[in-house]
């Protein structure tokens, strides 16, 4: 009997997707079970008792939650395709973009998404100045990493994919080919991807989620 594999996640959720993304590189099979998150089901508190968010991984009966715990987790299960670097420095420099953009730079712009009119200006500034230091960590590399896809470019996924429809629904400019062309070309090339494209959401589908959400 082989093992247990479960994804609790959610269509329009980043965060299920990047943990998906990790384990379709490894090529482990795993169910998949959709979630409400206007009615979780009693799984997901169970499993998640304390956040009662997704994503949940379920390995063999045991649950694993928060995107990045389960990224790490999956990295030291699995062995094949490994998303982080062996060597010892450039992993420790790939944990430290992990940490910036799921900290700093997530931040950043969830605040140019809910600060009220008259912070969006400084908001926005400060959402730029975080995308510039992801131009300058490319250094012309196709991915974070070198030439494949690792944790770095998993946890960057919001940036690949959700920051280009929420900035056409805001009516802003923070990412484009002429400010940030390194990051705007590696956005291109990741979701370009076929294991990547094949678990986005629709485009349209997405705009319409991303507009109901910022008008709660």
């Given amino acids: ?76 299960t699995w062995q094949a395709y490994p998303i982080l670097p062996q060597d010892p420095n450039d992993k420790a420099m790939a944990r430290f973009w992990v940490n910036f953009i799921d900290g700093k730079c ?11 009119e008259e912070e969006r200006e400084k908001a926005v500034e400060e959402a730029c100045e975080c995308l510039k230091t992801l131009e300058s960590a490319l250094n012309g590399k196709k991915f974070f990493g070198g030439d494949t896809i690792g944790m770095v470019d998993i946890v960057a ?15 802003l400019e923070l990412l484009s080919s002429e400010k940030f062309p390194n990051l705007f070309k590696w956005t291109e090339d990741f979701v370009s991807c076929s294991i990547v494209t094949e678990l986005l959401p629709p485009r349209d589908k997405l705009v319409a989620h991303i507009k109901a959400h910022l008008s709660k």
Wanted: proline share 6%.
């Fill in 1 to 76: 009997m082989g093992e247990e594999v479960k994804v609790f996640g959610a269509w329009g959720s980043p965060f299920s997707s990047k943990v998906e993304l990790a384990l379709r590189l490894k090529g482990v099979p795993y169910d998949y079970i959709e979630e409400d998150l206007n009615n979780k089901s009693s799984l997901l508190l169970q499993y998640n008792p304390v956040y009662k968010k997704v994503p949940v991984l379920l390995h063999n009966g045991k649950s694993i939650t928060e995107s990045i715990i389960i990224l790490e987790y999956i990295e030291e």
């Fill in 157 to 171: 996924l919001f940036i690949a994919f959700w920051l280009r429809p929420f900035q056409e629904i805001k009516g």
């Fill in 106 to 116: 997530s931040s950043a712009i969830r605040k140019v998404a809910f600060s009220p």
